[in-house]
């Protein structure tokens, strides 16, 4: 009789526990959120002079060390003659460029050239001890490595802005009315992106961008904007990909919508934006438009 009684006592704990799990399983979905890194390791481009007076101009154990990572102690050409104490934190960034300096697309080096220069990301540092002329800092937080001429700046919290409520992606988004504008560039000179890719953005500010909002991003059939070797209407005259009666431009048909993106960080003449739905690739070169 005992273990009768156990068992089904047992049978009525896992069938709640199952009844419990279901419905949390369809319940609404968490809204998914930009973590710290993402936001913090970026990258901008700025048209704007960054201050450069502060530097990182060495560390500990610098007979062999190049670079500095989480953890490490570092110096910076900062003391109590210039008001620095304990405590105090930086943002640590550099000028970036790309070092193969292929363009992927026609307008890729000029629109770029406009929107400024690119900066990375390199991470955070809090001093630890102040001398008259220098401080030693510690490394608190790494997006990659810190090197010798890399900028301080004083550190400023950057919004995390909240995502959309989930809901179908509509692939056949009409026209929005608003600023157009492409895919630059990206984070470590990317030319290709996908979901949580940072991406370059020439809207800004002055174009009437702030953080939060969101860009979607879409593309013509049959642009030649690309630098790599072309036919124009290869989709009409090359073997194996059929033919139509007409041939057809790129103004003559509908856009493909691949994705959108929301803005993390926005400076004057361009935005980083973090794609947060791409239904394939997305490519330097792509559009985009203010949702």
Not at 70 to 93: A, E, L, T
Not at 259 to 282: H, Q
Request: glycine content about 10%.
């Amino acid at each position: 009789m005992r273990v009768r009684i156990a068992v089904l006592s047992l049978s009525v704990f896992l069938g709640a526990a199952a009844s419990f799990a279901q419905n949390t399983r369809q319940g609404a979905p968490a809204i998914p959120q930009l973590d710290y890194s993402t936001v913090n390791c970026s990258g901008f481009v700025s048209d704007q002079r960054v201050p450069d007076e502060i530097r990182l101009v060495s560390g500990e154990q610098s007979n062999y060390k190049i670079t500095f990572m989480h953890g490490d102690y570092v110096h910076i050409n900062r003391g109590q003659d210039k008001g620095v104490r304990v405590g105090d934190r930086f943002s640590v960034v550099r000028p970036d460029r790309d070092p193969t300096d292929v363009p992927w697309f026609k307008w890729q080096a000029k629109l770029l050239r406009a929107m400024g220069t690119p900066y990375l990301d390199a991470g955070q540092v809090q001093v630890v001890n102040v001398l008259p002329k220098v401080s030693v800092a510690q490394v608190i937080f790494s997006c990659g490595y810190m090197q010798r001429g890399d900028i301080l700046q004083p550190y400023q919290e950057r919004a995390v802005p909240p995502f959309k409520e989930p809901a179908a992606f509509d692939h056949f988004a009409p026209v929005s009315g608003k600023p157009v504008a492409m895919v630059v560039g990206g984070k470590d000179y990317g030319q290709v992106f996908g979901k949580l890719s940072a991406v370059y953005v020439n809207l800004g500010v002055n174009q009437g961008v702030k953080v939060g909002d969101y860009f979607r991003l879409f593309r013509y059939q049959g642009s030649m904007a690309e630098t790599v070797p072309q036919n124009k209407g290869y989709q009409y005259s090359m073997y194996g990909f059929g033919s139509a009666p007409v041939h057809y431009e790129w103004n003559d048909l509908p856009r493909e919508v691949l994705g959108e993106g929301i803005v993390i960080n926005v400076n004057r003449n361009s935005s980083t934006m973090v794609i947060t739905f791409s239904s394939i690739e997305v490519y330097a070169g792509d559009y985009v438009e203010i949702e």
